[in-house]
DNA sequence: GGTTTAGATGTTTTT
DNA sequence: CATCTAAACC
């Protein structure tokens, strides 16, 4: 063995160096949170290279996000120098993407083909809805669409939908499913779905190109194998048909993507499809202290499908789990905020070594909004996505246009941004007139301009002001071959008028649109050095698939990370805190009567305590507002899993509480905060003047007793309005009488 | 055809 | 409660 070998090697444990070594044939690993998967992963790229002589370039590694696949590539490049930039490294999506850009003519995808993202999915479905006259009350578009999409990711066509219908809903699924599929060929469309199952429809249909790929990648692997769908799989068995080293790794726990149609079943069919797999279980956590892992473990035991997998760490024992109630979202946000500070500044933790992570998205408003007021830097991840936003989405509309005009869905939404006279029903007769003749609306504009006789419904000047924007549109596209990108963009801004026409508007966020403008035209900068017909494929491509825009980095600045805790999967932090552990919000109120998806909220929660390092934070609510109710929240039930002795002290008694509420924080850094003592006599009178950290001076206006507590109402002033507070949540002040 | 307003409506997670 | 939609107005 050689020097660097055994570099390699090092460090590691029996069933790691095991999956490092396993050099030939299926492999399988069943990693546990915080177990060295992604070492593993690397490390055995970096040994098949060196030991084995395999070139990354003969190497894919599948992630389920294009952050991992970054994160993959800067790690390797430490092991193994610049080579690993050849790696093959990315998303299932984004692999499809570029096979069918190459090889997709095979099966009639045409070379200018744009990605569709759901937006524009919804879109498309809509309008096929409305052409078979179905009443989108009765059938909801997203409900149609998601039946769709699962048929998509199961390699179901149109065909076989209506074949195994049953029932009329499912035979109309199928009818809509067929428009929408045709829809999406009229305007060289590949949805999401569609860049998965169609690479297997390429694959299976043409031998030739199959066999190409298969000979290019020596070794296949798969991360977050519990995630993938059925066509994933079946991709990743095509691609390893040859070679037959396929690895994957997963750990059925983690697995929290069922509702994108992730099959955990994909780990039995593993087994079954590759007998003779090499199985590896890597099941000693690094990560955590051995409070957090077993809290985490007594919370997914509770779930009944699902195979053993005993965990263990030869960590110590760290600090005690802390859950704390509060009263309001508010109250909530603040104190994650003053622990994180306190932590700080007392414990010598840094910002930037704190996550804040929920349910769902909604929930980052409190925090932001405590972040700004406690001056606290923060980030958000995901959330309103940059690419989703209205300009942005315009302009790519309009970029989308330049590369294939036919694309209806863009056409559709820009042929009247800015406004310029070619209103709804312009459109809709655009549309039908198309529809009529079997060909694109743009063919439509087209004939239209050749052909002033061309028999139409339009009038003069609606035919003026279509042709306009024709050839707004085809002065645009001959540009393509003689500029750069970012002289394109600006172009595409100036002519269409986008741009001033932000800037004219008195929309008190236009200079942010704007802002959001000139980052796209940085964006594009990236790709300048070609001209833009030859770059503008690559960039739209990357903006339909690259949705972490403002990514991870490792950089030195100190924020606070607010993220989901479906997209915190992978990373880790050495404290987490995560809030609304509500009844309803985890789990979510959508999933609480299904047993099944009730399990995949529980695996939600231990993929979030799991990334904790050293302190984990469970906060909850009482009351959270929710789409207007108002109603008091119960904590949630996986709380109750973790056994007493892990939970800091002060915190134990409310676990079966009789509805009283304590202060997680009781230390010097809540103002005005006595012990938590309750109190015996009403602590306050009706009249009295009282100071509360967030609404500041206000009147009590009622102190009435609560079972263990009292209950004031206070009156603040300007719209703060009239507030209930119990008092053992230890916020106000007594106000000296002046 | 465009703009403003009131009203309804529908609420998870993301490549 | 915030965002989208439809209808009334310009």
């Known amino acids: 063995m050689t020097a660097r070998t055994d570099a390699l090697l090092e460090g590691l444990n029996p069933p790691q160096r095991q999956a490092v070594q396993c050099v030939e044939g ?412 079997g060909i694109p609306p743009y063919t439509v504009l087209q004939m239209l301009a050749d052909d002033p006789e061309y028999p139409t419904p339009f009038d003069a000047r609606q035919r003026r002001q279509l042709t306009g924007f024709l050839s707004l549109l085809n002065g645009l596209s001959s540009l393509k071959p003689e500029m750069e990108l970012p002289q394109l963009v600006d172009e595409v801004l100036e002519q269409s008028g986008l741009r001033s026409a932000i800037r004219d508007s008195d929309d008190p966020d236009a200079e942010d649109r704007l802002e959001n403008l000139r980052e796209m035209r940085g964006l594009s900068a990236e790709f300048a050095g070609a001209p833009a017909e030859e770059s503008l494929p690559a960039f739209l491509e990357r903006v339909a698939l690259v949705s972490d825009q403002d990514s991870l980095q490792d950089d030195e600045e100190q924020y606070l990370t607010l993220i989901t805790l479906h997209q915190i999967k992978g990373l880790e932090y050495p404290v987490v805190f995560i809030t609304g552990m509500e009844e309803g919000v985890l789990p979510h109120m959508r999933s609480i009567d299904d047993p099944e998806q009730l399990e995949e909220e529980r695996r939600i929660a231990y993929v979030g305590m799991t990334r904790a390092r050293d302190r984990l934070y469970l906060f909850r609510s009482l009351r959270r507002r929710m789409f207007g109710s108002f109603g008091a929240s119960r904590r949630s039930r996986f709380l109750k899993d973790i056994p007493l002795d892990l939970i800091e002290a002060g915190e134990r008694g409310q676990r079966h509480g009789n509805g009283a509420m304590g202060s997680m924080e009781r230390g010097p850094s809540l103002i005005g905060a006595d012990d938590g003592a309750l109190p015996q006599s009403p602590p306050f009178k009706a009249g009295e003047k009282v100071m509360h950290p967030v609404f500041g001076l206000g009147i009590v206006v009622d102190c009435s007793p609560r079972p263990g507590d009292y209950e004031l109402t206070v009156a603040f002033p300007g719209n703060q309005g009239v507030k209930r507070i119990l008092h053992s949540y230890g916020k106000l002040e007594r106000v000296q009488r002046s």
């Not at 395999?54 to 590539?73: D, G, H, K, L, Q």
């Not at 850009?101 to 009639?108: F, K, L, N, S, Y």
């Not at 690895?247 to 994909?266: E, F, M, T």
Request: hydrophobic share 40%; aromatic share 8%.
């Open 26 to 437: 299926p492999l399988l690993i069943v990693a546990g949170p915080g177990s060295g998967k992604t070492r593993v992963i690397t490390h055995r790229i970096a040994y098949l290279n060196q030991q084995v002589g395999i070139s990354p370039w003969r190497i894919a590694a599948v992630t389920f996000t294009n952050r991992a696949a970054r994160e993959m590539r800067g790690r390797l490049a430490v092991l193994m120098g610049d080579g690993a930039q050849r790696l093959t490294a990315g998303t299932f999506h984004a692999l499809c993407a570029s096979v069918l850009r190459r090889d997709g003519e095979a099966i009639g995808i045409p070379r200018d083909y744009v990605i569709m993202d759901d937006d524009d999915q919804m879109n498309l479905i809509k309008q096929c809805m409305e052409q078979l006259q179905l009443d989108p009350k009765r059938f909801p578009p997203r409900s149609v669409l998601s039946a769709i999409s699962r048929a998509k990711s199961q390699l179901l066509g149109p065909e076989a939908v209506a074949a195994r219908a049953d029932g009329p809903y499912d035979r109309l699924i199928a009818q809509v499913f067929a428009a929408y599929q045709a829809a999406l060929g009229r305007s060289h469309g590949v949805d999401f779905d569609d860049l998965l199952s169609r690479t297997v429809e390429l694959f299976r249909r043409a031998p030739e190109v199959l066999g190409r790929w298969q000979e290019r990648f020596i070794h296949f692997m798969v991360d977050e194998f519990q995630d993938t769908n059925t066509a994933q799989y079946e991709i990743a068995r095509l691609f390893a048909g040859k070679h037959r080293n396929l690895a994957v790794v997963g750990d059925p726990d983690q697995s929290i993507y069922s509702w994108r149609n992730a099959d955990i079943r994909n780990i039995l069919s593993f087994k079954k499809d590759y007998p003779d797999a090499t199985i590896v279980s890597l099941s000693q956590n690094y990560r955590s202290t051995r409070t957090i892992l077993q809290a985490a473990q007594h919370v997914i035991r509770a779930n009944s499908q699902r195979i053993e997998q005993e965990l263990f760490t030869e960590n110590g024992d760290g600090a005690p789990i802390r859950i704390a109630d509060t009263y309001s979202e508010e109250e909530e946000a603040q104190q994650v905020i003053r622990e994180a500070q306190r932590l700080i500044s007392e414990e010598g933790v840094q910002l930037r070594d704190c996550v804040v992570t929920y349910r769902v998205n909604a929930q980052s408003r409190a925090l932001e909004e405590a972040c700004l007021r406690y001056g606290v830097p923060y980030k958000i991840v995901g959330g309103v996505r940059f690419y989703q936003r209205r300009e942005v989405k315009d302009l790519i509309a309009y970029l989308r246009l330049i590369e294939n005009p036919f694309d209806e869905v863009s056409l559709t939404r820009v042929i009247n941004v800015p406004a310029r006279g070619i209103g709804k029903r312009t459109v809709d007769e655009l549309l039908e007139l198309a529809n009529l003749r």
